[in-house]
């Protein structure tokens, strides 16, 4: 059984920074990618970040780009979210999830997610 577990996240002011991580347990399957997602309150999930299929690429959303990096280690089969300069705009309960499709940016195509850590960037 897959379990996802996050951690890392918190209350902090606009400018700081936070790490999140994702342990990930039970995978029969450990080369499917592992990515991120957010979901504010009232929203639809949304993609953050998450690392290609073949492991050598990674995709960001937009409004994360510059800000936000993602990591891996594959020993421990764990994820990584840094987020620097963080803004109001990325308060989120932020989930991670593994991905069994090539639709990257499509909540749809997770098998698995965690349950979730969350972020509150105030002003």
């Known amino acids: 059984q897959v379990q996802l577990v996050e951690s890392g996240g918190g209350l902090v002011q606009a400018g700081a920074s936070l790490r999140l991580s994702c342990a990930a347990s039970g995978r029969a399957n450990k080369r499917k990618p592992m990515g991120w997602f957010r979901q504010a309150p009232g929203k639809e999930r949304e993609f953050v970040a998450v690392?290609?299929?073949?492991?050598?690429?990674?995709y960001y959303a937009d409004s994360v780009k510059g800000r936000f990096t993602i990591s891996r280690d594959n020993a421990k089969d764990t994820i990584a979210l840094q987020m620097n300069s963080l803004r109001p705009e990325d308060t989120a309960v932020y989930y991670c999830?593994?991905?069994?499709?090539?639709?990257?940016?499509?909540?749809?195509?997770?098998?698995?997610w965690g349950q979730g850590t969350q972020v509150t960037v105030s002003s």
């Open positions: 999830g593994v991905l069994g499709t090539s639709e990257y940016d499509n909540p749809r195509a997770y098998d698995h």
């Open positions: 690392f290609s299929w073949s492991g050598d690429r990674t």
